[in-house]
């Protein structure tokens, strides 16, 4: 899934903005005196911020008239340019205030009628400062974030409503002030990603990546989030691309995709995307020519699975089967299956991989285990007469006609089911765990029952139990949802719904 973070943007540019004053090991000094011109442009800042408001104008319009009118004569260019931005910043943050203004306007007597762009001239004037006094980056960062928090916050919110051109005025107005942060990166990548800009959304996460450094997100969980999806994202985009071209363009470009997916499952074997990431790998390695290193992809988890969680091992088998590695997603769930051995979801899918394996002496117990913890999905019975049709090919004159008996009796069971029960999932929190799903009626009679959900530890005791009655009307469905609060459930099974 490709998707992008909703942006609690304030306290990511808090911890940005906070990172400079870490950088700045000797003092801010700036040299004041022996000017009039600053002297007198200071006091106008303090009357035009404190002062009344009908004077506020009048006084912030003198303080820049000082700064600019004359400005070779003041003996300190940097302390100038230092208070110049923070009137202009006044400026830029007075409500009412175009980021294009007349000269004029804010207090310059020189060419007093060309337009000027507050938030250039305010990184030009703050720039002066830094370059002459790396030391005072802290002090014109506190300024510039007065300007480029808001703008970013609004550009977070613009995207979340789909406002896309507001979403990139606000993010021009932010980069005109300070480029020193990876989130416009990341916010342009989202926007052109809902213009569905393939190439371009492609390119810009792929720079949000190499601005977010792996440094930069051990220090800050927003970055790291931000990285992580970025680095997702453009494996897919990349790949999604590979896919509309031939040859030797499409190999190319898989191999770009195939290094993302390889970037993400290096620096985030935990991260939410994992076993999409492997299936995106093999694929893609598989695309690009390298079909031996498609095994490396899961090589790890068969050589030492005990090192994994039954749920990562589950979900890999799941990636490998999509991947065409269908003898190595057998091993992963049968591994996964030793730690949990009812676990519905890898029943199933172990089931169907056996099948596609043609390994039907294995499929058989295992649609038998699938069938009890499952008993009313429809499917289940027409997998278990599948195992039993497949095995009576084979089967001498003694034992085929008893398999094929079984075969009659479970596809019957199968065809003539009159109820459907569907899971949507089964979330964990802790001790609390919710199962839901969907029981469809597949009769014309409506209908009432009770379902006896059992909870299970990893040796398949029953360690908590609940009924949920569900009345279902004719043809149709109805939600249900459980929850069951106690420690060491991993899977569950269910009593036949007769």
């Keep these: 899934m490709i998707a992008w973070r909703k942006a609690a943007a304030s306290s990511v540019v808090a911890t940005m903005f906070a990172g400079g004053s870490a950088l700045a090991q000797d003092k801010c000094e700036l040299d004041f005196g022996g000017s009039y011109q600053l002297t007198s442009a200071n006091q106008y800042l303090v009357k035009g911020r404190m002062g009344k408001p009908d004077e506020q104008v009048r006084h912030m319009r003198n303080a820049i008239e000082v700064l600019t009118k004359d400005p070779g004569k003041v003996k300190s260019q940097t302390a100038r340019n230092f208070v110049l931005g923070q009137a202009l910043t006044w400026w830029a943050m007075r409500p009412g205030t175009p980021s294009l203004v007349r000269r004029a306007e804010i207090g310059y007597k020189t060419n007093p009628e060309e337009m000027l762009d507050l938030y250039a001239a305010i990184d030009t004037a703050f720039t002066v400062v830094e370059t ?40 021009a107005r932010a980069t005109r002030i300070w480029r020193g942060s990876p989130l416009p990166f990341y916010y342009k990548a989202v926007i052109l990603q809902k213009r569905n800009d393939t190439p371009g959304a492609t390119a810009a996460f792929l720079e949000t990546v190499r601005q977010v450094t792996p440094e930069m997100a051990a220090k800050d969980s927003n970055m790291l989030q931000i990285r992580q999806q970025s680095i997702y994202n453009a494996a897919l985009f990349l790949q999604s691309q590979a896919d509309e071209l031939e040859g030797e363009a499409k190999a190319a470009k898989m191999k770009e995709a195939g290094a993302q997916f390889k970037a993400y499952i290096d620096e985030y074997p935990q991260g939410p995307s994992i076993s999409n990431a492997r299936t995106g790998l093999a694929r893609a390695l598989g695309a690009s020519g390298d079909t031996a290193a498609v095994a490396s992809v899961f090589a790890a ?34 591994s996964g299956l030793q730690q949990n051995p009812y676990y519905r979801d890898a029943l199933y899918n172990l089931t169907n991989t056996y099948l596609a394996t043609e390994q ?39 034992t085929k006609k008893a398999q094929l008996d079984s075969v009659v009796k479970y596809h019957d069971r199968f065809q003539k089911a009159p109820l ?36 299970l530890d990893k040796e398949g005791k029953v360690i908590a139990s609940q009924d949920t009655p569900v009345s279902v009307p004719a043809k149709g469905k109805v939600d249900f949802r459980v929850e069951v609060s106690q420690p060491g459930i991993v899977a569950f099974r269910y009593k036949p719904i007769v």
Aim: charged residues 20%.
């Design 420 to 455: 459907k029960v569907t899971f949507v999932g089964f979330m964990h929190a802790d001790a609390k765990h919710t199962l839901t799903g969907e029981v469809e009626n597949l009769t014309a009679k409506a209908a009432t029952h009770n379902i006896t959900f059992e909870f």
């Design 132 to 171: 002459s006094q790396p030391a005072c980056a802290s002090e014109t960062r506190a300024y510039r974030s007065q300007i480029w928090t808001p703008s970013v916050n609004a550009a977070a919110a613009f995207i979340n409503n789909n406002q896309l051109d507001s979403a990139d005025a606000a993010l």
């Design 360 to 398: 039907y002496d294995k499929m058989l117990p295992m649609a038998r285990r699938l069938v009890d913890v499952d008993p009313n999905y429809p499917d289940n019975w027409r997998l278990l007469a599948g195992a039993y049709q497949r095995l009576a090919a084979k089967a001498d004159a003694k």
């Design 301 to 334: 988890m068969l050589q030492n699975p005990s090192n994994y969680s039954d749920i990562q091992l589950f979900e890999a088998g799941t990636s490998a089967f999509r991947a065409d590695r269908k003898l190595d997603a057998a091993k992963l769930f049968e």
